[in-house]
């Protein structure tokens, strides 16, 4: 198949699947959304969330390295269309805002109480208190 021809979209639905199984199972088994884990990170003890991000900053960058060899020409034109300009930095504030409303608005942030509950676990445990249930 040519470079020049996009992908068929059954192919990009496989494709995007995959990544999404591969994502997910790598997510399940490093087990960085348990409690314990989150709480670890924020006291310094354990680094798993710190190495899952730079995992995946690895992976981006592999990847972009990769196209950038493969298909030097697509790569630059691609790269012109999204970097520099104000309307390029008017967008990237409106992407922003929007996901941050969305975030809100989907209370994605109601993790940060069960978070915080397994912290006062912890503080319950070290201090030998019993965890009110």
């Known amino acids: 198949m040519s470079l020049s021809k996009p992908l068929p979209v059954s192919a990009q639905c ?3 699947g995959a990544c999404g199984l591969a994502f997910g199972i790598a997510f399940d088994k490093s087990r960085v959304f348990q409690p314990d884990a989150i709480v670890n990170q924020m006291l310094m003890q354990r ?3 710190l190495k899952m991000f730079l ?3 690895g992976t981006s960058a592999a990847s972009l390295g990769i196209v950038s060899v493969v298909a030097p020409e697509k790569f630059a034109a691609a790269r012109g269309k999204v970097s520099g300009g104000k309307k ?3 967008v990237a504030a409106l992407g922003a805002g929007l996901l941050g409303m969305g975030m809100a608005s989907g ?3 109601s993790h940060a109480i069960i978070d ?3 912290r006062l676990k912890v503080l319950f ?3 030998r208190v019993p ?3």
């Open 14 to 16: 496989a494709l995007a």
């Open 47 to 49: 680094f798993i969330m």
């Open 55 to 57: 995992a995946a900053v």
């Open 88 to 90: 390029h930095l008017k």
């Open 107 to 109: 209370f994605s942030f």
């Open 116 to 118: 915080e509950l397994a």
């Open 125 to 127: 445990e070290q201090a």
């Open 131 to 133: 965890f009110p249930q």
